[in-house]
């Protein structure tokens, strides 16, 4: 049975960084579609990024508008992990961020939730002005 384990994640001031990281245990032949979600209280599930590893051509990342030119994914295929590097945070990046694999469409943004099967635990950031 394939897990992810979400590490990272904290509290931090506007305009600091974080880094997260997904890390795949068991089989996840099937999960080629890679992607970050968070949700903040009383407000949808959002994909942040998404990345497909088998697509040819426009298979990702593919950003969010909300945090495009501030946060990057990266994918290690040696080591089976993705991580998600949030600079310049602000306020509105507060909110539990997941992790999610899939193996169907790679989407991305407010309703891409349910293209995923499987999901990391969730970790909390938290950004203070």
């Known amino acids: 049975q394939v897990r992810l384990m979400v590490s990272g994640g904290g509290s931090v001031q506007t305009g600091e960084s974080l880094r997260l990281s997904c890390s795949v245990s068991?089989?996840?032949?099937?999960?080629?579609?890679m992607a970050w979600f968070r949700q903040a209280p009383v407000r949808k599930r959002e994909g942040v990024v998404a990345?497909?590893?088998?697509?040819?051509?426009?298979?990702?990342?593919h950003y969010a508008d909300s945090v495009k030119g501030r946060f990057t994914f990266s994918y290690d295929s040696v080591n089976n992990k993705w991580d998600l590097q949030m600079n310049s945070l602000k306020p509105d990046d507060t909110a539990m961020y997941y992790c999610?694999?899939?193996?169907?469409?790679?989407?991305?943004?407010?309703?891409?939730?349910?293209?995923?099967?499987?999901w990391g635990q969730g970790t909390q950031v938290t950004v203070s002005s």
């Open positions: 999610a694999g899939g193996g169907g469409n790679c989407e991305w943004g407010l309703n891409a939730a349910a293209e995923y099967s499987t």
């Open positions: 990345l497909s590893t088998i697509s040819t051509g426009g298979n990702g990342p």
């Open positions: 068991g089989y996840a032949g099937n999960l080629y579609c």
